[in-house]
């Protein structure tokens, strides 16, 4: 296995917080490829025992579904949904509560997964059982499906009912809670 590199994403082009739904896809593309690493490194671990590129591959996965995912989920929540709610077509807003109910049903999902993530990383456990692999498997589904509702539905109808103004304003709270600029 090469040795991960950084924080899967990072090494994406550059997305700014004045297009708030373009950073909403390119978190959506960090979500993905950090899910690929986690899928590597359960491919890695059935071949060999933990190494230090395998413990760093999990302290990747883990900051990213710690810190950022829990982010990404908030913009949504405080700026893509509300609107969808209160002007969105009755198929949009029934999407948007099971998109509500996805991120509770997420965060369930990680903390079951995150435990064996967390006893690699700190070298207590050398691979993955039958049992956890499933719990990542699920939690790698519900965000594929999830994803594509957000960015096929979701995503373009939130836009068109947002002003330029309200776009701004989104980005600047985006930015603001990642502590950005």
């Known amino acids: 296995m090469s040795t991960p590199v950084g924080l899967p994403g990072f090494h994406a082009p550059a997305v700014g917080f004045e297009q708030p739904f373009a950073m909403l896809e390119a978190c959506h593309e960090r979500v993905e490829r950090t899910l690929t690493l986690l899928q590597r490194l359960q491919a890695y671990l059935r071949e060999q025992p933990a190494d230090d590129a395998a413990r760093q591959a999990a302290?990747?996965?883990?900051?990213?579904?710690?810190?950022?995912?829990?982010?990404?989920?908030?913009?949504?929540?405080?700026?893509?949904?509300?609107?969808?709610l209160a002007e969105g077509a009755p198929s949009v807003v029934a999407l948007v509560q099971r998109l509500q109910a996805d991120h509770l049903h997420m965060a369930q999902d990680w903390a079951a997964a995150r435990g064996a993530l967390l006893a690699l990383a700190q070298g207590q456990q050398q691979g993955f059982s039958t049992d956890e692999e499933a719990r990542f498997?699920?939690?790698?589904?519900?965000?594929?499906?999830?994803?594509?509702?957000?960015?096929?539905?979701?995503?373009?109808?939130?836009?068109?009912?947002?002003?330029?103004?309200?776009?701004?304003?989104?980005?600047?709270?985006?930015?603001?809670?990642?502590?950005?600029?």
């Open 59 to 84: 302290r990747d996965v883990l900051r990213y579904f710690d810190v950022a995912a829990p982010l990404h989920h908030q913009d949504e929540e405080l700026h893509v949904f509300p609107p969808l």
């Open 137 to 181: 498997a699920h939690f790698a589904q519900r965000y594929e499906a999830h994803i594509q509702a957000e960015e096929g539905t979701a995503y373009p109808c939130a836009h068109a009912l947002l002003a330029p103004g309200d776009l701004h304003s989104m980005g600047l709270e985006m930015a603001a809670r990642r502590r950005v600029g």
